[in-house]
């Protein structure tokens, strides 16, 4: 006797709230003067004015998004991945909500274009992208979980149309980091 499971569609909701709740907590964070130079708050969300090239700004981009989308590939092969899959949800709408809070605290109001301009886009598009990932993660995980408990997989889902799910992901990354980096060598002097 075969078991039927309900499909469920994994939560936009769920995973926008923790993004949401990640921005929140980062521009907290900066706020309360907790600025610092890591790139592990920053997530290089914040536009580079420092005299990096733009090989250099693109491959910070591009290399914390790929670092970004491999945890959370590693995590949804767990079978127990799904809280540490919402958390670096979480994580990844820290670095904007930090970025953005750094910029305001660095240029006051004259920040507003800035931040619009040079931030909000590559934060809304890896955002985006973080969604999917944790998305594909969560249901990869709770695909797991069921296959241990009850010795089926409910969707037929391979680890290899998993691995190429993330390997798109990977490419509109990049693509994306190419874009940003463009972006900040036309609109640099709105960080000045």
């Keep these: 006797m075969k078991y039927r499971t309900i499909k469920r569609e994994t939560g936009f909701i769920l995973l926008a709230v923790s993004a949401a709740v990640g921005i929140a907590f980062g521009a907290v964070w900066a706020a309360k003067g907790q600025l610092t130079e890591s790139p592990w708050l920053h997530q290089y969300f914040i536009p580079t004015v420092r005299g990096e090239s733009l090989f250099v700004s693109f491959l910070h981009t591009a290399l914390s998004a790929l670092i970004f989308l491999l945890a959370v590939f590693l995590v949804g092969t767990s079978a127990a991945g799904q809280p540490t899959a919402l958390a670096l949800m979480a994580y990844r709408g820290f670095g904007a909500g930090f970025s953005a809070a750094v910029v305001y605290d660095t240029l006051g109001l004259k920040a507003v274009p800035a931040v619009l301009v040079h931030i909000l886009p590559k934060a809304a598009g890896m955002l985006i992208i973080a969604v999917f990932a ?36 990977a490419v509109i990354s990049i693509l994306l980091s190419a874009a940003d980096t463009a972006l900040n060598s036309l609109f640099g002097s709105l960080l000045r």
């Design 134 to 169: 944790v998305r594909e993660a969560l249901r990869c995980s709770c695909g797991l979980a069921c296959f241990f408990a009850k010795g089926e997989s409910g969707d037929g889902a391979s680890l290899g149309l998993y691995a190429v799910r993330f390997i798109v992901l």
